[in-house]
């Protein structure tokens, strides 16, 4: 049986490994932390690690996000980007003129994997992410 998540359940350091598919080219590989750390209104969610596509060198990346009390995802400028349905589900992005389509599944649990349907005219992919807490 699926249990609430609450922004507490989140808080720490993270493995992450992420596979990139896009419809049409190579596919992406990522391999990181994400560390979610308390805020003066939420968490503070910074992922960092290295980037591998075939014929391209490795690089290193790095993302952040704010996530609020009630779950909502904002960019690191303050925009609104998702809700994580604190079950796991569906959630959905929009970025004119491309869609977002994101699943979030905590099961089973302290592992998640969240995958995003990217589509639209500018970009075709989906990606998906596995969580792991590091202990």
């Known amino acids: 049986m699926p249990t609430d998540r609450t922004l507490a359940d989140f808080v720490g350091e993270w493995a992450i490994e992420r596979t990139i598919t896009p419809t049409v080219g190579p596919v ?8 979610w750390a308390p805020a003066s209104d939420g968490l503070d969610y910074v992922e960092r690690g ?33 809700k ?3 079950l796991g589900g569906r959630t959905e992005h929009f970025c004119d003129p491309d869609t977002y389509v994101g699943t979030y599944d905590f099961l089973p649990w302290p592992s998640f994997n969240v995958t995003w349907k990217v589509s639209g005219p500018r970009k075709d992919y989906i990606s998906v ?3 792991s807490r590091n202990i």
């Open 84 to 86: 994580v349905p604190p």
């Open 28 to 35: 992406a590989r990522f391999e990181g932390t994400a560390q």
């Open 50 to 82: 290295v980037l591998q596509m075939e014929g391209v060198p490795p690089m290193q990346a790095e993302r952040k996000y704010h996530w609020a009390q009630d779950l909502s995802v904002f960019f690191d400028d303050g925009r609104f980007f998702h």
């Open 129 to 131: 992410t596995r969580f």
